[in-house]
């Protein structure tokens, strides 16, 4: 008998076809990549189709794959990811899409099939700089409105591009560029023979 997850791959292939970019399982979990180009009529027939029924959204998020793994990557640098929940199939699924444009990505929004991406692709803005196209609201959600880049790109500096203090003088809030210097910090390494001696037991 099929598993859950073989079950879920097959109807997939069935409904989707030639849309379907890339279709993996593993532990136990399927994830379908899909062009941006077809995204909102794939998340449609996922969400209506009987045979699929995915009627929950649980999380959208960015990523960034610029130094993702080992050596150079090739690629698209953004992606979208979606997790969904069918509830009347009780299954999962992963689905991602790249948008096209690594200096400007853009993917359609799916607020008009579930609701509830609606501050989760807020936050994807937000983080990544990733633009949905029809939402209603794209603005920052986490970060204040004068806050200069995305900070969870790879690229995105440590210490920030400005920072934000109170000045007495103007008696109002500013932002001027960051004074802390960049530096390197390497961690003390605490050797066994400092702290024990060869039987386990602290010295002294």
């Known amino acids: 008998m099929a598993s859950k997850t073989e079950q879920l791959s097959a109807a997939l ?15 136990g ?24 029924r995915f009627e ?23 992606a979208v990811v979606y997790h969904l929940l069918s509830l009347t199939h009780n299954w999962r699924l992963r689905v991602r899409t790249f948008a096209p444009d690594d200096e400007f990505p853009v993917v359609d929004s799916v607020i008009g099939i579930w609701p509830s991406a609606n501050w989760f ?15 209603p609201d794209l603005r920052r959600i986490l970060t204040d409105y004068g806050f200069i880049g995305h900070p969870f790109r790879k690229d995105f500096p440590i210490s920030g591009n400005v920072e934000m203090r109170y ?38």
């Open 29 to 52: 979990e399927v994830t379908l990549v899909i062009k941006a180009a077809g995204l909102l009529e794939v998340m449609t027939a996922l969400r209506d189709r009987p045979e699929l």
């Open 167 to 204: 000045d007495p003088d103007q008696r109002r809030v500013i932002y001027q560029p960051v004074t802390i210097e960049p530096r390197e910090i390497t961690p003390r390494i605490v050797r066994e023979e400092n702290y024990a001696d060869s039987e386990g037991f602290r010295k002294g």
């Open 121 to 135: 692709e807020r936050e994807a803005f937000d983080l990544y700089g990733i633009i949905f196209t029809g939402h």
């Open 13 to 27: 292939r069935d409904i989707l076809g030639d849309v379907v970019a890339s279709l993996a399982e593993a532990r």
């Open 56 to 78: 929950q959204l649980i999380d959208v998020c960015g990523v960034d794959y610029s130094t993702y793994g080992v050596g150079a990557r090739t690629g698209a640098r953004f």
